[in-house]
């Protein structure tokens, strides 16, 4: 099932491999919420179509959008433009990475 291993990415801290809107992603998936009922990711992408991007940030991912997902062995630490405290997730969390 696709939402386990985004469960399991977040939970583990692992990298996970993906396909959005046809282009193939890495991502380190941070927090998993509900936002006008879809569910979200939202995630630093590590490469998009095996280029890095030219600046981190935080993307939002919807996952009805998401496909061929896998969980990589690469692992990630929070990363300082994440913050836990931002207010679309209040009420809506499902799932967050633990802090450091």
């Known amino acids: 099932m696709e939402n386990s291993r985004i469960l399991e990415a977040i939970a583990l801290r692992r990298c996970l491999s993906a396909r959005y ?6 991502l380190a998936p941070h927090v998993l919420y ?6 979200f990711i939202d ?7 095996g280029a ?5 940030k935080v993307g939002s991912y ?3 959008g ?10 990630f630490d929070e990363h300082p433009l ?3 405290m931002d207010p679309k997730y209040r009420d809506n969390t499902l799932f967050m990475i633990d802090a450091d």
């Open 21 to 26: 809107n046809k282009l193939a992603l890495v």
């Open 66 to 75: 998401l496909s061929e997902l896998e969980v990589l062995e690469g692992g």
């Open 52 to 56: 890095e991007p030219k600046e981190p």
């Open 82 to 84: 994440f913050n836990r």
């Open 34 to 39: 509900k936002r006008n009922d879809s569910y």
């Open 43 to 49: 995630a630093i992408t590590i490469s998009r179509d």
């Open 62 to 64: 919807n996952l009805a």
